[in-house]
Structures are given as structure tokens and as C-alpha cells.
């Protein structure tokens, strides 16, 4: 994962994650995070024209 967020709560998680392969956020319930995800105001995401992600 490339970043996280807060956003819509899914069963009593409001964590999202921008998946590292595709410019897709899903929402953390769905996935298991298995290392440290910077927040998105900390993350640069690629392909943002080279400005840090909003979040």
C-alpha cells in the first residue's frame, strides 16, 4: 500500500489504503496491512504531478 486515509467507516474501521498497483483505494477492512502506511498528506503518491497526496 502507498498511503492511507481516514474516510467512510466499513464495519468499525474508517482506514483506507491506496493500493501500490493501481490508483485504487479499498477499504482497510478488505485488506491486511502488513507493514507501516504513511498517511497520505506524507506520502507522495506517483503520477500526482509530483505534488504529495491530499488526505
Given amino acids: 500500500m502507498r498511503a492511507k486515509v481516514r474516510a467512510q467507516n466499513v464495519d468499525g474501521n474508517d482506514i483506507w489504503y491506496l493500493l501500490r498497483d493501481q490508483r485504487t483505494w479499498v477499504a482497510a477492512r478488505y485488506v ?9 498528506k506524507d506520502a507522495v503518491v506517483p503520477g500526482a504531478a509530483g505534488q504529495e497526496a491530499a488526505g
Avoid: E, P
Fill in 32 to 40: 491486511m496491512n502488513t507493514g507501516d502506511v504513511k498517511w497520505a
